[in-house]
């Protein structure tokens, strides 16, 4: 796979064989918008508040990560993988859509795995294995677009 | 002053709401230089700030990186969530 900035200060992605297009779309099925949502509104620990945080809020983080992956279903739908995938182009106004459903499924993935880089390589469990690795994936794929596309000077 | 007049008192009272912390707290996924993008982007921060914040959640765990008033503190608690942050907010003591 390769992850290219645009002139328009976007990125396109190039995959180079079925393995990527396998990856491109676990990040739809790792993340859990909802999940996270709630995660996030428990953190408001004041009574005072976080019932409206719950009543007002949540819908809206809901809505917001599931409007992002759409974003990235979409963009996968249109480039076709299969016999002749397209470059997938990622315009600047998606690059945040990109970044937040890799976070998505990278913090979906922490909270089911609780990785501990110190003993990545002695993971048994092939699942556990495979998660790791794709995390670090999405990892690299979100530094990239964070250097090249949301710190770009227009963004 | 007749029995029918009306007297009125007039007290000035005032009132300092005690203002709202908003804390983020440090978390293993989000990467650092994101977190100092977000600080820019909703807090309007400078990247000096930004950074010093960031680096504060993540040595210490969670850092106060606004106070104010109530409505404003959960805006930007809201917007930080948005970008996933895990993000809290607290009566200043």
């Known amino acids: 796979m390769k992850l290219t900035p645009t002139l328009d200060g976007g990125f396109r992605i ?34 005072e508040i976080s019932e409206d945080w719950r009543d ?53 993935l922490e909270e089911c795995f609780h990785f501990d880089l110190n003993v990545a390589s002695k993971h048994e469990d092939i699942a556990r294995k495979m998660a790791f690795l794709r995390s670090r994936i999405y990892l690299e794929l979100q530094s990239l677009i964070l250097d090249r596309a949301l710190n770009a000077p227009d963004s | 002053m007749s029995d029918s007049d009306t007297a009125t008192l007039t007290r000035q009272e005032t009132s300092l709401s005690t203002p709202w912390n908003v804390i983020v707290f440090d978390d293993p996924v989000n990467l650092m230089g994101y977190v100092t993008h977000v600080f820019m982007k909703v807090l ?50």
């Not at chain 1, 016999?83 to 970044?99: D, G, L, R």
């Not at chain 2, 106070?67 to 930080?80: H, N, V």
């Open chain 1, 56 to 108: 007002f809020v949540l819908p809206d983080l809901i809505e917001g990560f599931n409007s992002d992956l759409a974003t990235v279903r979409e963009a996968l739908k249109r480039a076709n993988g299969g016999e002749n995938p397209e470059p997938i182009h990622v315009p600047p106004k998606e690059s945040m859509a990109w970044y937040s459903s890799l976070n998505q499924a990278r913090l979906n």
């Open chain 1, 14 to 47: 190039d995959t180079e064989h079925d393995g990527d297009w396998v990856l491109l779309q676990s990040i739809i099925d790792d993340a859990d918008p909802e999940k996270l949502a709630h995660q996030l509104s428990e953190s408001i620990a004041s009574s």
């Open chain 2, 44 to 93: 309007g921060y400078n990247e000096t700030l930004a950074t010093k914040l960031m680096l504060e959640v993540h040595e210490a765990g969670r850092s106060v990186v606004w106070t104010g008033e109530r409505e404003k503190a959960e805006f930007y608690t809201q917007q930080l969530q948005a970008y996933q942050l895990r993000a809290s907010l607290e009566r200043s003591e």
